[in-house]
């Protein structure tokens, strides 16, 4: 069992950016893959980014790409979400989540929906 702790959310003007932090305790961290998902008022919640448990392999949803970055140190225990250009569609609450296979890299349409483990959230609110 893996524990998740989210820290980094704020207010924000739109331009602007941000940087999450996800610290995990409780399991071999570095053996799984990690993502950051989101959930907007009234809409599903999403993944916006996915990184390997190498750190060699990354998934970006469309909206996010070129303006987000997932990177993680695994010596830690942690993993992060850059994010810049920050629009008022990018205001949600931001989920940190572990993969529940170990050593997982690739095929990330198979991987994402096996995530679990999540965090409590931490709230993004992107003025314009």
């Known amino acids: 069992q893996v524990q998740l702790v989210e820290s980094g959310g704020g207010l924000v003007q739109a331009g602007g950016s941000l940087k999450l932090s996800c610290a995990a305790s409780g399991r071999a961290f570095s053996s799984y893959a990690m993502g950051w998902f989101r959930q907007a008022p009234g809409k599903e919640r999403e993944c916006v980014a996915a990184?390997?448990?190498?750190?060699?392999?990354?998934y970006y949803t469309d909206s996010v790409k070129g303006r987000f970055t997932i990177s993680r140190d695994n010596a830690k225990n942690t993993v992060y979400l850059q994010m810049n250009s920050l629009k008022p569609e990018d205001t949600a609450v931001y989920y940190c989540?572990?993969?529940?296979?170990?050593?997982?890299?690739?095929?990330?349409?198979?991987?994402?929906?096996?995530?679990?483990?999540w965090g409590q959230g931490t709230q993004v609110t992107v003025s314009s």
């Open positions: 989540a572990a993969d529940r296979t170990r050593y997982r890299s690739s095929g990330w349409q198979a991987i994402i929906p096996d995530f679990g483990s």
């Open positions: 990184i390997a448990w190498s750190g060699g392999s990354t």
